[in-house]
């Protein structure tokens, strides 16, 4: 999964930052089922990046369910619409992994079909929470 995004941090330009790393999801009930809804959730995510701000790396908190819900239609002629929605509880460390700050909350994730990656786009915006609640910390 490659993440990119433009966060501004208290109001400052925005600084471009990218990401890479593997996420690992598992959906409920799936055997056996091609097409339904299917409970879902975020099993862990570890993404290692760097920014203007410095090197940071983003994981699904390992404490906190990350749960969300898998939907799959039939289109037919062969073609499939996979639509997905995740709460995930994401953590973001600024000194390799030493320590990690949670965000406040989940951020509500939703995967649909698009020209570009969708989950890039959405996860950006929550790193580039992460990165302005962290910068407030070390402004403090």
């Not at 400052?12 to 089922?33: I, R, Y």
């Not at 939907?71 to 953590?91: A, E, N, P, V």
């Amino acid at each position: 999964m490659d993440l990119v995004g433009l966060p501004s941090i208290n109001g400052g330009p925005f600084q471009s930052f990218s990401a890479n790393g593997t996420p690992e999801t598992e959906a409920f009930g799936k055997v056996g089922n091609v097409l339904g809804t299917f409970n879902t959730e975020w099993l862990s995510m570890n993404l290692s990046g760097t920014s203007p701000f410095g090197a940071f790396m983003i994981r699904e908190g390992p404490t906190l369910a990350s749960t969300g819900q898998t939907s799959i239609t039939d289109l037919g002629g062969g073609l499939y619409r996979i639509d997905s929605f995740f709460d995930l509880f994401k953590q973001l460390s600024i000194d390799g992994g030493a320590t990690w700050m949670p965000a406040d909350g989940p951020a509500h994730i939703l995967l649909t079909p698009s020209p570009e990656p969708t989950l890039c786009a959405l996860a950006g915006l929550g790193a580039g929470l992460l990165a302005l609640r962290a910068a407030r910390r070390l402004r403090k």
